[in-house]
């Protein structure tokens, strides 16, 4: 008998409704706003469940996780994973990064291993983008009812500032919305309200760079879609201008109207504003262009070599994992996220999630500039939900060439190590 379950239809299990449950907590962190519940650890215990259910559902067994194998993006990750071990060794703050690279492997690697356990056909996705899209609405009515004030900027939990409050709910939307036209009537209206209310989270959130994300994402989106599409941009950019202007106070649309007034805004002019924190990165970078100053490091190496001894994140993923990481570190990063890219081209016109993984990470790669992003767990789900993508696009393909008269239904796709298995048991 196969170790994992076979590419068919079967019935909603407890990982399924785990994997609806856990983005509320490990992504949105929405326990945070209930302080009864943080001695609860519910990320934690959220991880721990999702490792006992993907062991006792043949999460690990050998030829389940030969599957991650099928996917392009997921060997330039595990490239990844081996760049920020062997930082450990080089770090100038060796405790830290050993245990963040140990909580990064821990949180993540087990939300990916669930994943790839609970996921068989492209219609298992629909529990994790149930989940997440649960997620963005629980945010929502935080956001709206009981928000983190941060000097007048709106933020959805302790973990979020407004900023990264502002670049989660690009991104998500930026994932989910490209389904629009391929669901049902009622869930469809849901959407649009989702995305209606999470664009005035980010109004709210006066995140600059939360609002240059939303700009260029639907900017991709409409040219993505040829010269109508174009047209669709400016339009929706009018309309939502003009929605903004009228509904919103003058108040909260000041920090938006300094984008147009950079001469007098401190992240240019003011010592400890970005502009100085990015030329002291640069520095660090040349500095330790090979082996990096290590994972978690950034405000550590810059507090070191500023002369204010005010210690700064690097308000820059790519600048932040340059300078953890260095020149290869910042090389596969790079390539990680254009193999995502590449492979989530859709492969027709129904193919919407290949088209919200594209979107979501050019959401990204325009907020990223701004925030310390490099190993963010959004950023990594939205890589999670590609590598799946294209393991089963890879497996489709492989079980049309490798047995195309068997019923694709009727049994589990074969792999070397199930074909083992089966000379084995007719040799006993």
């Known amino acids: 008998m196969p170790v994992y379950a076979p590419l068919s239809t079967r019935r909603s299990g407890f990982l399924d409704k785990l994997i609806v449950i856990a983005p509320l907590f490990m992504l949105g962190r929405v326990h945070e706003v209930f302080p009864a519940l943080w001695p609860l650890r519910l990320v934690l215990v959220t991880t721990l469940l999702l490792l006992l259910t993907v062991l006792f559902n043949g999460g690990l067994g050998r030829s389940r996780l030969a599957l991650f194998w099928h996917s392009r993006t997921f060997r330039w990750f595990t490239a990844f994973l081996g760049i920020m ?14 245990f963040y690279t140990t909580d990064f492997i821990l949180y993540f690697g087990i939300l990916l291993l669930a994943l790839n356990c609970q996921i068989n056909r492209k219609e298992d996705l629909r529990f994790s983008l149930t989940g997440i899209s649960l997620t963005l609405f629980v945010m929502i009515v935080i956001s709206y009812t009981a928000p983190r004030d941060v000097g007048g900027q ?15 709910f690009v991104m998500i939307l930026a994932l989910i919305l490209p389904a629009m036209n391929y669901i049902p009537r009622f869930y469809k209206l849901c959407l ?33 879609r040829g010269v109508k599409g174009v047209l669709r941009f400016f339009v929706v950019l009018g309309v939502g201008f003009a929605l903004v202007t009228w509904t919103v106070p003058a108040d909260k649309l000041e920090r938006f109207y300094s984008l147009f007034n950079l001469k007098e805004d401190y992240n240019l002019t003011e ?18 262009w090979i082996t990096g100053t290590g994972v978690s490091t950034f405000a550590t190496a810059e507090g070191q070599i500023n002369e204010g001894g005010k210690w700064s994140s690097a308000h820059n993923s790519f600048l932040q994992v340059a ?9 596969v990063f790079m390539g990680m996220l254009f193999s995502a890219f590449r492979l989530a081209k859709p492969r027709d016109d129904t193919d919407w999630l290949g088209r919200g993984i594209r979107l979501s990470l050019v959401s990204f790669l325009a907020g990223g500039m701004f925030l310390s992003w490099g190993y963010h767990i959004v950023l990594y789900f939205v890589l999670c939900i590609a ?22 239904h009727s049994e589990p796709v074969a792999t070397p190590f199930r074909k083992y298995r089966q000379t084995m048991s007719v040799a006993k």
């Open 271 to 288: 010592k400890h504003g970005r502009l100085d924190i990015w030329n002291n990165g640069i520095i660090l970078f040349k500095d330790n």
């Open 192 to 224: 649009y309200a989702l995305a209606l209310m999470g664009g005035g989270v980010v109004i709210l959130t006066q995140s600059r760079g939360g609002l240059i994300a939303c700009v260029v994402t639907l900017a991709a989106w409409g040219m993505s």
């Open 323 to 331: 300078v953890e990481l260095g020149l290869p570190g910042l090389f």
């Open 85 to 98: 071990f062997f930082s450990v060794f080089f770090s100038i703050f060796k405790s830290q990064s050993f």
């Open 154 to 168: 709106v933020a959805a939990n302790w973990s979020y500032d407004p900023n990264d409050t502002a670049l989660f």
């Open 387 to 408: 590598m799946i993508r294209e393991r089963l696009l890879a497996l489709g393909d492989l079980a049309a060439q490798e047995a195309p008269t068997r019923e694709r």
